[in-house]
């Protein structure tokens, strides 16, 4: 059964600052990954998807890398801004087209 | 413009009552599907439809009926409301199969009492 991990649960820093979130999953056979940003009381908004036979994609001042043999991914942000602050969430695409999402990252960007 | 789009977004009802919500996606999409969000925030998928057609349905109770009239609307109706159906409930959309990326409406928030 397909697990998904992100570390850290929470993260406090100051604007500016670059930064990078991290996501692990157990089950490497996957279609995707994608990386979505979750605004309180509000629904998801996907950032990035990168296709499994990808290293990494980029979008702005975001990054996300994919190391599909080691079920690892990391979402980079640069020079974080206070409308950065939100609930980052990494999910995978299983093969039967199912999204496994981890619990989330909170990350507040401090002005 | 609204891409995904779900009424009610707010609901509070009693146990045992019988209710639905309502999802309806503008982007032409094949794809759409209902989730749930527990008070641990853990997104967790309960079906998806493609092209009006379920192709995944997950241990769900079967209190739980997924409705797809058309391919744009995909309305969830939850009979014998339990206190633990409370959660944010978000439909999304994807165009193709299910291997691009989805877009999510904006939630609707179930409170049984």
């Known amino acids: 059964k397909q697990e998904v991990t992100q570390i850290p649960a929470a993260l406090s820093v100051p604007e500016g600052e670059n930064l990078v979130l991290n996501c692990s999953f157990t089950d490497s056979a996957i279609y995707n990954l994608q990386w979505f940003r979750q605004d309180p009381g509000k629904g998801l908004t996907s950032l990035l998807l990168i296709q499994s036979s990808q290293r990494e994609q980029t979008s702005g001042r975001l990054n996300a890398s994919l190391d599909k043999s080691s079920g690892r991914s990391t979402l980079y942000i640069a020079a974080s801004q206070p409308g950065d602050s939100a609930t980052y969430l990494c999910?995978?695409?299983?093969?039967?087209?199912?999204?496994?999402f981890g619990a989330g990252t909170i990350l507040r960007v401090k002005s | 413009d609204t891409a995904v789009s779900q009424t009610p977004k707010y609901l509070v009802t009693q146990m045992g009552n019988d209710k639905s919500i309502k999802c309806e996606q503008n982007?032409?999409?094949?794809?759409m599907y209902w989730y749930k969000q527990d008070s641990k925030k853990f997104l967790k998928i309960m079906f998806s439809?493609?092209?009006?057609?379920?192709?995944i349905n997950e241990t769900v109770p079967n209190r739980f009926s997924p409705k797809s009239p058309d391919k744009a609307h995909l309305n969830l109706h939850i009979n014998s409301l339990e206190l633990g159906d409370s959660a944010v409930y978000f439909c999304a959309s994807s165009q193709g199969t299910g291997k691009e990326t989805q877009y999510f409406g904006p939630g609707t928030r179930l409170l049984v009492l």
């Open positions: 999910a995978v695409l299983e093969y039967g087209n199912k999204l496994v």
């Open positions: 439809y493609n092209n009006k057609e379920l192709i």
């Open positions: 982007l032409g999409h094949d794809t």
